[in-house]
């Protein structure tokens, strides 16, 4: 079953309205593209600083 289902099933038993759970689908979409933003970010911010590691290493020899 996937993951709208569930969230579908769950509000059914909730009480919750169709709208309320399209609702809550499209934040959680929006909060989880959000963090894979972030965690890119950090991985390029990672990347530079490794890079300019790398060049400090170099320039000391």
Do not use: H
Request: net charge negative.
């Amino acid at each position: 079953m996937s993951d709208l289902e569930n969230l579908f099933q769950m509000g059914e038993k909730s009480g919750l309205s169709g709208e309320t759970l399209l609702s809550f689908i499209r934040e959680r979409e929006e909060a989880e593209r959000k963090e894979r933003a972030y965690e890119r970010e950090e991985r390029n911010r990672e990347r530079e600083f490794k890079k300019l590691e790398m060049e400090r290493e170099i320039e000391m020899e």
